[in-house]
């Protein structure tokens, strides 16, 4: 019974978070690409970067001081509202690409001799111990998501100043993330047929693996 009532939780978790991520994509795309635009379209420009930055202050050794910088930042955002609707579009594209530049950087400094790629670094949390064969094939996946998030980087630039503001719009906002996903099913089907006798965890499984990985004090 227990362990239904957390599966339960779990599932609404997820529906939650995909009814928050879609709707924000249904209501970003909208507005961006609406001649009248207002607060809100200053709000959900910016909303992506402020909930990172949100995160990353809670969890900072020197949270109260973090918050109260952010809370400032805020501030100051809101008073040049107008400014950021005037110019939502760039916003848009600055937090896009730097986003996906963190990302790229974040998997591609792994890959320089001495360091462990990062993908290998996730695989010892679920397998604890990899074999020589499994660190090399860590390394080539390590390798395909940096190629990817500076692929999307690329990609979205050259639409924004090539393409019709809602193709970009679209390719932002409902393109990406199942891309994402495909690259996680993609990188799990290699898998599975380049490792055979590899255990495969379930992905939710390993997620949360990874997640208190990361939260574990060093």
Known sequence: MRDRTQTTIRVLRWLGIAAVLIGYSLLAHHTY??????????LLAVAPALLIALVLAWR??????????????????WTRRSALAQHADIVYWVQYVAIQLVLFITFARTLVAGKQPLVARFAEVVHLRLTPR???YTRKV???????FAAMAIAATLLFFLAPRSVWSFFAHFVTL??????????YWVRRRALPDMQHQHILV????????????R
């Not at 900072?60 to 955002?77: H, T, Y």
């Not at 390993?206 to 004090?217: E, I, W």
């Open 178 to 187: 199942p891309l994402v996903v495909l690259m996680f099913i993609a990188e």
């Open 206 to 217: 390993a997620v949360r693996l990874f997640r208190n990985a990361a939260t574990r004090p």
């Open 142 to 148: 390590t390798i395909a998501w940096a190629v990817f």
């Open 134 to 136: 499994q660190e090399a």
């Open 60 to 77: 900072s050794p020197q949270r109260v001081v973090m918050l109260g910088v952010l809370v400032l930042v805020m501030l100051a955002a």
């Open 33 to 42: 690409d609406s001649p009248h635009r207002g607060s809100l379209s200053a």
